[in-house]
T-cell receptor
Framework: DAGVTQSPTHLIKTRGQHVTLRCSPI?????VSWYQQVLGQGPQFIFQ???????GRGNFPDRFSARQFPNYSSELNVNALLLGDSALYLC???????????????FGPGTRLLVL | GESVGLHLPTLSVQEGDNSIINCAYS??????FIWYKQESGKGPQFIID?????DKRQGQRVTVLLNKTVKHLSLQIAATQPGDSAVYFC???????FGAGTRLTVKP
């Protein structure tokens, strides 16, 4: 089975532009989470979606939004890009939405976004 | 506030030696922990997990130890190999908080 896939792999944008990143979870996984990883730091949680509903949100501004589709794939949208949005954006999937089941999640390779 | 963090940002070991990477957490309600390995240009890769009802769990060449009394966990890698060179993160699963990571460098 394919793992978590993300597209594009790399992206260059300029300040003020908008970007859409895409993620396909592992087959059978219903939950998708998005993370931002700035160089030299650990991943920071942005959103979690399960069954097309938002189940969790990190401390990110409203410029960040996401959605999940009926096939469980997901998009992360970032508006009015800032230089500080340059980072690796990671998508992760798991079968359920609650970590209470102590189920690990699996990460994709990420999309590297550079904002100039 | 609550935090998940690592004691050392870098660790350099000789090939064949054992490596120990440490992690502290402050949320006493945390009940599930995961270690990830992240190689350059890749997403984090699951290594091993441990539940709070356990003190130790072993995998292939890796062992995770959990000390709930002092809220500390460690990842031990036996016979470290060049392919183990990466950044290692501990994560607390309740809300998937990651530490900054420890960069492990294995010298041949």
């Amino acid at each position: 089975d394919a793992g978590v896939t993300q597209s594009p792999t790399h992206l260059i944008k300029t300040r003020g532009q908008h970007v859409t990143l895409r993620c396909s979870p592992i087959s059978g996984h219903k939950s998708v989470s998005w993370y931002q990883q700035v160089l030299g730091q650990g991943p920071q949680f942005i959103f979690q979606y399960y069954e097309k509903e938002e189940r969790g949100r990190g401390n990110f501004p409203d410029r960040f939004s996401a959605r999940q589709f009926p096939n469980y794939s997901s998009e992360l949208n970032v508006n009015a890009l800032l230089l500080g949005d340059s980072a690796l954006y990671l998508c992760a999937s798991r079968d359920s939405w609650t970590s209470a089941l102590q189920e690990t999640q699996y990460f994709g390779p990420g999309t590297r976004l550079l904002v100039l | 506030g609550e935090s998940v963090g690592l004691h050392l940002p870098t660790l350099s070991v000789q090939e064949g030696d054992n490596s120990i990477i440490n992690c502290a957490y402050s949320n006493s309600a945390s009940d599930y922990f995961i270690w990830y390995k992240q190689e350059s240009g890749k997403g984090p890769q699951f290594i091993i997990d441990i539940r709070s009802n356990m003190d130790k769990r072993q995998g292939q060449r890796v062992t995770v130890l959990l000390n709930k009394t002092v809220k500390h966990l460690s990842l031990q890698i036996a016979a470290t190999q060049p392919g183990d060179s990466a950044v290692y993160f501990c994560a607390e699963s309740n809300d998937m908080r990651f530490g900054a990571g420890t960069r492990l460098t294995v010298k041949p």
